[in-house]
């Protein structure tokens, strides 16, 4: 009995496996054989009904008030378990993309939350041509170690990449926005006996700001934004007429600040709206007396960044302002966020006038000399018109530039520079998907009344024609293709941009003055909205 225990053990175990396992069959057997029976009692039935409503149909009595009342009911029903089944996951937020309500988004289903996602990406091919006759490796700004540069240059850029995250929290009234950037950063590199520029992609942000509306068109901002002053410059990038804005925009506008802003009006019904900004320093180009020597006709050091994400102790003025007030005369807030007019669009006109002012401070004590820039200010007016399918665009700046003492100059001494500049461009669709513009610009920095060395130097003045064509591809305003071709008529020195493709000519020498002018640039720029 002990030597077959463990076997009769097992057996008696498989008997009952085996047992319990047939009557799981019978029992899955039974059950199946139930709802075989159920389905076919339930298709005799369905069956049995389309067989009365095919009897019924030659009379067209099937489908009473009351049947599509249930049939609208179902399909009402199907489509919300769909919509829910579009959901994420059990949360219930929504996700998709709507164009007029900025592109790719999240949103919560209460109403509290929504996030924007957007893009812009600009490839860019470039030519430009000045002349190099006269310049030697003594007679050019800087050391004189420089090689002499090429009259031709050319190639291919990422002009700009860019990311916008724009939505609200809490409540609509509560937004924001925060833009990433992948733009150029320049350098320069020497290969053989040339120098030239490069450009390698960095990462960066633009626009990082909240914003409260109050209601009846009260809005406040608080962040770094664009400063309300030149219109050509609040544009955004993408929504330009020629390849890039002008020199002049480069040169007067106040970019990108940071401070608070206060914003009334602007709504759909609106006629007027009034924006005003304080915050820390705004940029400014070509505010700075060039130096008296052989190479003073170089331009003059830039001027200032503005406040881009700068520490508080990083402000480099006592105070700044900014501020425009815009009259609607006729048409939509909405069609005025480009210079374009698109066919179908309806006619409007649009006034501004635009004001800025700053006091600024040195960096370090005791660092103030006659030669300091002490403060300034400006002011502009500008007028669009859209045509619906044709456009006009044109307005005037002026800015002053205080010193902190009297400096000499060709014809005696003078204690600041009074600045100014035009554009007038215009466009006209020649088909849904072409649109043929044209450009002028002009300005002046007076600054060449410092250049005391040379007589002859003229790198003060902005006299440029632009001319192109913009393809929509397909009819969408999201693919561009842009291509145009600059002329400048006076050498291009103080207004000189990379930017836009306008490099520094060259104007003087050490043994008597002399003028190269005639620069032209071509480009071309495919880009993408998504």
């Given at each position: 009995m002990k030597k077959h225990g463990p076997r009769l053990i097992f057996a008696g175990a498989s008997t009952l496996s085996l047992v319990a396992t047939a009557a799981a069959a019978r029992e899955d057997t039974t059950d199946m054989a139930r709802q075989l029976a159920e389905l076919r009692a339930a298709n005799e039935a369905l069956a049995a009904k389309v067989e009365r409503l095919e009897e019924s149909a030659h009379g067209a009595e099937w489908l009473t008030e009351s049947r599509a009342n249930e049939i609208r009911s179902i399909v009402t029903d199907v489509l919300a378990d769909a919509g829910t089944r579009d959901n994420l996951q059990s949360s219930g937020a929504t996700a998709g993309w709507n164009k007029d309500q900025g592109g790719f988004f999240i949103a919560s289903p209460s109403g509290d939350f929504k996030l924007n996602i957007k893009g812009q990406i600009q490839f860019r091919w470039a030519l430009d041509h000045r002349s190099n006759a006269g310049i030697t490796t003594s007679n050019q700004p800087g050391s004189g170690s420089v090689a002499v540069p090429k009259e031709n240059v050319w190639g291919f850029e990422n002009r700009r990449t860019k990311l916008a995250f724009t939505g609200?929290?809490?409540?609509?009234?509560?937004?924001?926005?925060?833009?990433?950037?992948?733009?150029?950063?320049?350098?320069?590199?020497?290969?053989?006996?040339?120098?030239?520029?490069?450009?390698?992609?960095?990462?960066?942000?633009?626009?990082?700001?909240?914003?409260?509306?109050?209601?009846?068109?009260?809005?406040?901002?608080?962040?770094?934004?664009?400063?309300?002053?030149?219109?050509?410059?609040?544009?955004?990038?993408?929504?330009?007429?020629?390849?890039?804005?002008?020199?002049?925009?480069?040169?007067?506008?106040?970019?990108?600040?940071?401070?608070?802003?206060?914003?009334?009006?602007?709504?759909?019904?609106?006629?007027?709206?009034?924006?005003?900004?304080?915050g820390d320093g705004l940029r400014a180009n070509a505010v700075n007396v060039p130096t008296n020597t052989a190479t003073s006709w170089a331009n003059p050091a830039g001027g200032f960044a503005g406040g881009y994400t700068t520490p508080f102790n990083a402000n480099l003025t006592n105070w700044s302002f900014a501020g425009?007030?815009?009259?609607?005369?006729?048409?939509?807030?909405?069609?005025?966020?480009?210079?374009?007019?698109?066919?179908?669009?309806?006619?409007?006109?649009?006034?501004?006038l635009g004001g800025m002012g700053q006091s600024l401070r040195p960096t370090t004590e005791g660092s103030v000399s006659d030669r300091t820039t002490k403060s300034m200010w400006g002011a502009t007016v500008d007028l669009t018109m859209d045509f619906g399918g044709a456009n006009l665009f044109l307005y005037g700046v002026y800015r002053r530039v205080n010193l902190t003492g009297e400096v000499d100059t060709r014809d005696g001494a003078s204690d600041g520079m009074d600045q100014w500049g035009g554009v007038v461009q215009g466009g006209m669709f020649i088909s849904n998907e072409v649109e043929l513009f044209a450009r002028y610009e002009m300005g002046n920095t007076d600054t060449d009344k410092f250049r005391t060395v040379e007589d002859g130097v003229e790198?003060?003045?902005?006299?440029?024609?632009?001319?192109?064509?913009?393809?929509?591809?397909?009819?969408?305003?999201?693919?561009?293709?842009?291509?145009?071709?600059?002329?400048?008529?006076?050498?291009?020195?103080?207004?000189?941009?990379s930017g836009a493709d306008w490099l520094q000519d060259f104007s003087g020498s050490t043994d008597g003055g002399f003028t190269n002018d005639g620069q032209w640039v071509v480009r071309t720029q495919l880009q993408l909205l998504f």
């Open positions: 609200f929290v809490v409540d609509p009234s509560w937004t924001y926005e925060i833009q990433p950037i992948f733009n150029r950063s320049p350098g320069t590199v020497t290969s053989g006996d040339q120098s030239f520029s490069s450009s390698n992609i960095v990462g960066g942000v633009e626009n990082v700001w909240i914003q409260k509306d109050f209601g009846n068109g009260i809005n406040v901002r608080a962040g770094q934004f664009k400063s309300p002053f030149l219109r050509e410059e609040l544009v955004s990038s993408s929504s330009q007429l020629a390849v890039e804005r002008s020199l002049v925009s480069e040169m007067f506008s106040t970019k990108f600040s940071q401070g608070v802003q206060f914003e009334y009006g602007g709504r759909a019904g609106d006629p007027m709206r009034a924006q005003l900004f304080y425009r007030v815009e009259l609607l005369g006729a048409g939509n807030w909405k069609q005025f966020r480009d210079l374009s007019s698109f066919r179908g669009e309806e006619f409007g006109w649009l006034i501004g790198l003060e003045l902005d006299s440029i024609v632009t001319l192109g064509f913009n393809y929509y591809i397909g009819g969408n305003k999201d693919v561009k293709l842009t291509s145009d071709f600059g002329y400048a008529f006076d050498p291009v020195g103080d207004f000189a941009t």
